[in-house]
């Protein structure tokens, strides 16, 4: 089965830009997380969706990200605009049930200049 | 509010001999336990979990992990480590809304 993918693997933008990341889980979790590890810092979680729903949102840092999965498959992340502090790697993971093990994509490295 | 540290951010062992990583955590109620590897430009891998039972938890590529709950660690082992365990490792705990807290990582260098 197709793990979990990220795409674009790296992004490289100026401040005030803004990008969009996407992330298609593996075919059939209902279950969505994106987390995301800033230089040096440990990983932290940014939202939770279950099928199209929001569950849980509460590690977004501010209204600068949103966060998208229109029909209950692939996810979007969009940054605008982006910050110098923005920048990391952001990842997904998706798991069929929430007690199962989330698996995670490859990330997405992002810079921001 | 739960969480895991683990107090060694480098951890160095020759090939063949035994590899301990560190993991203590605190929780509210019972702790639901993971460990994940990452290798260089890739994403978490899983590699094993604790939920309930047995205290030595067995995963994959060779390791297991220790529960001591007196102790509140979860420490990540293998008897015999491979120059390829070279990696950062991650312990995890999950709460009851299911995100995960992971620590800050360990790298593992296996020298040969």
């Known amino acids: 089965e197709a793990g979990v993918t990220q795409f674009p693997s790296h992004s490289v933008i100026e401040k005030g830009q803004t990008v969009t990341l996407r992330c298609d889980p593996i075919s059939g979790h209902d279950n969505l997380y994106w987390y995301r590890r800033v230089m040096g810092k440990e990983i932290k979680f940014l939202l939770h969706?279950?099928?199209?729903?929001?569950?849980?949102e509460s590690g977004m840092p501010n209204n600068r990200f949103l966060a998208e999965r229109t029909g209950g498959t692939y996810s979007t992340l969009k940054v605008q605009p982006a910050e110098l502090e923005d920048s990391g790697v952001y990842f997904c993971?998706?798991?069929?049930?929430?007690?199962?093990?989330?698996?995670f994509g490859d990330g997405t490295r992002l810079s921001i200049l | 509010a739960q969480s895991v540290a683990q107090p060694e951010d480098q951890v160095n062992v020759a090939e063949g001999n035994p590899l301990t990583v560190k993991c203590t955590y605190s929780?509210?109620?019972?702790?639901?336990l993971f460990w994940y590897v990452q290798y260089p430009n890739r994403g978490l891998q899983f590699l094993l979990k604790?939920?309930?039972?047995?205290?030595l938890v067995k995963g994959s590529y060779g390791f297991e992990a220790e529960f001591n709950k007196s102790q509140t660690s979860f420490h990540l082992k293998k008897p015999s480590a491979l120059v390829s365990d070279s990696a950062l490792y991650f312990c995890?705990?999950?709460?009851?809304?299911?995100?995960?807290?992971f620590g800050a990582g360990t790298t593992v260098t296996v020298r040969a």
């Open positions: 604790y939920i309930t039972g047995d205290n």
């Open positions: 995890a705990v999950r709460d009851s809304d299911y995100k995960l807290s």
């Open positions: 969706f279950v099928k199209e729903s929001k569950q849980d």
């Open positions: 993971a998706s798991s069929a049930r929430t007690d199962q093990p989330q698996h």
């Open positions: 929780v509210s109620g019972n702790p639901y």
